[in-house]
């Protein structure tokens, strides 16, 4: 907790306040007796089951079943109930997830979760949904509310991690949104229904529905395990060419955290920054079809050998072409030897009608190139490849994107991503 930023603090402090003031007024508010405290204990349990189960989104934050169990309190019991329930979910889990909860991490999703509750619940009330019943004034005012929670629920959250990692909100918003709707357009109809299945069945209703509800859970988890599969299969294909070029261990993985930095500078959107790390780290991918005898040639290279060489992005592309997921990438890697002045390979052509990843990746690729050390060279200096990046813009390299690339990539930024060089002597 000490380590969290000082705006993160006060940002959980503020959230914190609020939430125990709605929680307490609302406990303090509920006419209490035996039904509810039952309805308290099986909504409890649920709600400590569903939040024992997360699935972790891409950047930061996760969704769980939880958000049925909620919303169908929300419509069945007194919000003193709902919010009790909710709390007590966020703070009592269970499993994996527990020991990777810190404490402030699950005071912060209890709160953001009574509060976004109780926003929706605002909304009922506002159109005055008294009990819930399948006709098209509660189903309406139902996802309405839920709408309300579902974005409640996602600003806190992207709020809270923006101010941890000291990064863009709404950028974190709209990519979780859209990894996260699905999960909640699935959830939210399976909430309705088990407020009805409650009503008229009581606890056998929950029953019936539990196992559906862990069913969307895990058709959610390997929705996104197939993303990070992905990934996986691209750094299996970088490591098969690492094993035959000595001499560029970890350069792909470099060249592809410089890209991203120098991505994220340039403003582009979450998937083009996606698709850009992709792109860089395999864009060396097509030495696998260059014999190692040449890739770990000390001497200097035969007019044929460079022939070699330079087939590689094209050998490149026709590997990608072959994986679906990857889509356009091997367009990119094909151009990453292209020059700004036409004067690259393998097709020349020249300036903007290279594309603009894979004058990114040329970049960040000069650069750890003549920062690593070879067996015939030592490394240069940041300093000095920054001023031979600048020498060659305009020639080389399209020139504004290194002016970009010289303001951002300071030395600590480039000793941080350099830092797993393996050195060559």
């Not at 009574?114 to 004034?137: C, Q, R």
């Not at 859209?178 to 409650?198: D, E, I, Q, S």
Request: hydrophobic share 50%.
């Amino acid at each position: 907790m000490g380590k969290l930023p000082r705006k993160f603090k006060l940002f959980l402090t503020l959230v914190t306040a609020c939430a125990t003031i709605v929680l307490v007024w609302n406990i303090f508010h509920t006419d209490w007796n035996t039904a509810q405290l039952i309805n308290l204990l099986v909504f409890g349990i649920l709600s400590i089951a569903s939040e024992s189960l997360p699935v972790a989104l891409p950047k930061g934050g996760y969704v769980t079943v939880g958000y049925a169990v909620f919303l169908s309190a929300l419509i069945s019991f007194p919000l003193g109930v709902t919010l009790t329930s909710v709390a007590l979910a966020s703070l009592i889990i269970f499993g994996k997830s527990a020991s990777n909860e810190h404490i402030y991490k699950r005071v912060f999703n209890a709160s953001q979760y009574i509060l976004s509750l109780a926003a929706a619940y605002e909304v009922m009330d506002l159109f005055n949904l008294t009990a819930v019943g399948f006709y098209p004034k509660s189903i309406l005012i139902y996802l309405i509310a839920a709408a309300v929670y579902m974005v409640m629920n996602m600003t806190f959250v992207a709020f809270g991690i923006g101010l941890v990692s000291n990064k863009a909100p709404w950028s974190i918003w709209v990519v979780n949104f859209r990894w996260a709707l699905p999960n909640f357009m699935a959830l939210v109809p399976l909430g309705f229904l088990l407020a009805l299945l409650f009503k008229n069945w009581g606890s056998l209703g929950i029953l019936l529905l539990f196992v559906p509800l862990l069913m969307s859970r895990h058709s959610f988890q390997l929705y996104i395990d197939m993303r990070e599969n992905y990934l996986n299969t691209v750094e299996a294909l970088v490591q098969a060419l690492e094993a035959k070029d000595t001499y560029t261990s970890g350069h792909s993985e470099r060249v592809g955290k410089l890209a991203v930095v120098l991505g994220e500078a340039m403003e582009m959107s979450d998937e083009k920054i996606q698709f850009l790390k992709y792109a860089a780290v395999l864009h060396d991918v097509g030495k696998i079809g260059v014999s190692e005898i040449i890739l770990n040639k000390e001497g200097k290279l035969l007019e044929p050998e460079w022939d070699a060489i330079r087939s590689h992005p094209i050998i490149g592309q026709t590997i990608i072409k072959g994986i679906k997921f990857l889509f356009d990438i091997g367009h990119v890697v094909r151009h990453h030897h292209e020059r700004y002045d036409g004067r690259g390979y393998p097709d020349g052509i020249r300036g903007e009608i290279i594309p603009l990843e894979s004058r990114i990746i040329a970049i960040a690729d000069t650069y750890d190139a003549i920062t690593s050390d070879r067996s015939y060279r030592k490394g240069s200096t940041h300093d000095q490849a920054i001023q031979e990046l600048q020498r060659v813009a305009g020639s080389q390299l399209d020139p504004k994107i290194v002016e970009i690339f010289c303001k951002v990539v300071t030395i600590e930024l480039a000793q941080t991503i350099c830092a797993d060089r393996v050195k060559i002597t």
